[in-house]
């Protein structure tokens, strides 16, 4: 079965969402790396 | 036709998210936060905090690869066809692969952050529920829930030796609480889904043994976990608020137990509330036994 006609843009909505939330969680990581390293530290 | 309306939509982040078991891992960061709390010793926030992610990162993964493994066996029971994977929304070698990249994730960041005993119990414990509950003894014996509850027991080992740093009779103590409570646990709830297991050709305990002897079971470990939930009490481990908690806790558990462990199923319209009522209160009974367990080493640092 095809996808429906307006699969296009729901693949870019899922793919940007899947891209936003990676982000975010890189970004998390980095800090908390970071934390980790104060805390390792003191 | 154009090519993207060939190739199927990519999983969204909530599917993945999905087949982390966000439910289970409430009460696996529970009992991890509660070891954590009530080991003696002061930890950095930080790193406290990075332990009991670790533990949610690492159950997730375990839990990833068991959808991936029972995929099929999902598709087959009401309860789970609507999974990620059963539903279609997610592709099996996805979930592998974030299984993977979730557990060997949690156990280096765990290793770095509080220390390589804790991350090695945190791999067994992973390890365990992947490949010895999962893939080898669910499908193969009805004991399964008997051993593979182990995985589910190490949480609170793991945040306790994230303080302390050394494995002693207190951790050894709330796993062994975790492990005896999980056959009367999920044998209730086996009880009253049974014919879902039967279809899929999963030997738990109902399906095999029959229904009289998992209740006599359930009745056996129930009596089992009433002196255990007391021990760390009497080793000292603990004051008398969590060893009164534990005693008056299990025993309404060994009472509800009672009722289920003595009583047959009436007939095809039996509602099955005996067993309702275990299942929902085996988990209350573990989220007020280590809420317990910390309010009494709270009670006893501020003396």
Redesign the interface.
């Known amino acids: 079965m095809?996808?429906p006609p307006d699969?296009?843009s729901?693949?870019k909505r899922?793919?940007r969402?899947?891209s936003i939330?990676m982000a975010l969680l890189l970004a998390a990581f980095v800090v908390?790396v970071y934390?980790?390293s104060?805390?390792?530290m003191? | 036709m154009s090519q993207t309306a060939t190739i199927p939509l990519p999983a969204d982040w909530r599917d993945f998210f999905a087949l982390t078991k966000p439910r289970v891992m409430s009460l696996v960061i529970f009992t991890g936060l509660c070891g954590l709390l009530a080991a003696p010793g002061a930890i950095n926030p930080v790193l406290g905090f990075t332990a009991i992610l670790c533990i949610a990162l690492g159950a997730g993964g375990a839990a990833a690869l068991n959808q991936w493994w029972e995929a099929d066996i999902d598709a087959g029971m009401k309860r789970t066809r609507a999974r990620p994977i059963p539903a279609g929304r997610m592709d099996r070698s996805a979930a592998r692969d974030f299984g993977v990249a979730l557990s060997v994730a949690s156990v280096l960041l765990m290793g770095l952050a509080n220390g390589w005993l804790a991350a090695s119990i945190l791999a067994i414990s992973i390890f365990y529920y992947a490949v010895i509950y999962t893939i080898w003894l669910k499908p193969r014996t009805p004991q399964n829930i008997v051993i593979g509850g182990g995985a589910g027991a190490f949480p609170p080992m793991i945040g306790w030796v994230a303080v302390t740093g050394d494995i002693t009779a207190m951790p050894v103590l709330l796993f062994a609480i975790i492990f005896m409570w999980t056959p009367p646990h999920f044998w209730a709830l086996a009880l009253f889904v049974q014919s879902d297991y039967a279809k899929v050709g999963i030997p738990m305990m109902p399906v095999v043994a029959g229904e009289t002897s998992t209740r006599r079971q359930i009745l056996v470990y129930a009596l089992l976990l009433l002196p255990l939930s007391a021990a760390p009490w009497w080793i000292g481990g603990t004051g008398a608020i969590y060893g009164v908690s534990a005693l008056a806790l299990s025993s309404l558990f060994v009472a509800l137990s009672f009722r289920v462990g003595l009583r047959q199923r009436t007939g095809p319209d039996d509602t099955m509330k005996p067993e309702k009522q275990l299942f929902g209160y085996s988990v209350l009974y573990l989220f007020a036994l280590f809420a317990a367990l910390v309010a009494d080493r709270w009670l006893l640092v501020q003396g």
Request: glycine fraction near 0%.
């Open positions: 095809n996808p699969a296009d729901e693949r899922i793919q969402s899947r939330v908390l934390a980790i104060i805390a390792k003191t």
